[in-house]
């Protein structure tokens, strides 16, 4: 199976001036949706100077120039954007009112480098901490949802096949990453069994980790670090890297 690029691109600005919010919308080629809301409560740094600005200096500028900045989230341990960097957009930005994702595979998490911090609850209501996880292995899928073009029989058994081996009480911990509500999730599980807990809502953890491609796993050892970075549907390499960092 051939990978999915994800490209997110906002197709407008929707300046709600008139009240207390501004929102940009978010639209992937695959039909995701979301929407960035920002208010007196939102910290705004300015990329250019790395200095905070204040909202009313933001509204100013989104006033003056609706389609002369760019707002990038940035993200958390838990996955939200808890900050917000704006930049003078490009022109082609300016002329098409196409403002993309800045995902930028160069600043994914590093092999060998300790995973960055995260927080995530499962369907299953459990609170998955990076920092609790050291002495498994643990692999963090990206699927987006559990429909097609992201997820079918194909998929499920490649990657079934890949951990089943190594996964005990004791062993091997499976993370999902999803767009989808746990409700949704729910009826999936009602007729097939997933091999990984599903996090449901945690698409910003696309984001947050720069995965620019569906699937993406990432293997992270039992100190925390980072074994591999796979990007697509490279079952083979996520296998020799699972066998590898269970050994040891």
């Known amino acids: 199976m051939k990978h999915v690029s994800i490209v997110v691109f906002i197709t407008a600005v929707q300046a709600l001036i008139c009240f207390s919010t501004l929102a940009q919308v978010v639209v992937s080629k695959a039909g995701i ?77 590093k092999v060998g480098e300790p995973i960055p911090l995260f927080v995530m609850k499962g369907i299953d209501d459990k609170v998955y901490r990076s920092t609790d996880l050291k002495g498994h292995v643990v692999i963090l899928s990206f699927w987006v949802s559990l429909s097609k073009p992201f997820w ?18 004791n062993g091997l911990i499976s993370l999902g990453i999803l767009r989808e509500s746990k409700e949704e999730i729910a009826n999936v599980m009602a007729t097939q069994t997933l091999p990984f807990m599903p996090i449901p809502d945690s698409y910003s953890f696309n984001r947050k980790f720069q995965v620019a ?3 993406s796993f990432i293997v992270i050892d039992k100190a925390g670090n980072i074994a591999a970075f796979v990007n697509g549907s490279d079952y083979d390499q996520l296998k020799q890297v699972i066998q590898h960092v269970s050994r040891n």
Do not use: C, W
């Not at 960097?85 to 403002?99: D, L, Q, S, V, Y």
């Not at 998929?155 to 890949?162: E, G, H, P, S």
């Open 33 to 109: 949706r979301q929407e960035v809301r920002i208010d007196e409560s939102t910290k705004i740094v300015d990329k250019t100077t790395g200095k905070q600005i204040s909202y009313q200096a933001y509204r100013q500028l989104m006033q003056k120039d609706p389609y002369g900045y760019h707002v990038m989230p940035v993200f958390d341990e838990y996955g939200k954007a808890s900050a917000y960097m704006i930049r003078p957009t490009t022109a082609e930005e300016r002329e098409t009112h196409i403002f993309y994702n800045e995902l930028d595979p160069t600043l994914q998490p």
């Open 213 to 215: 491609s569906i699937p």
């Open 152 to 169: 079918g029989p194909s998929q499920a058994n490649q990657f079934a096949d890949v951990i089943r081996p190594y996964q005990s009480d």
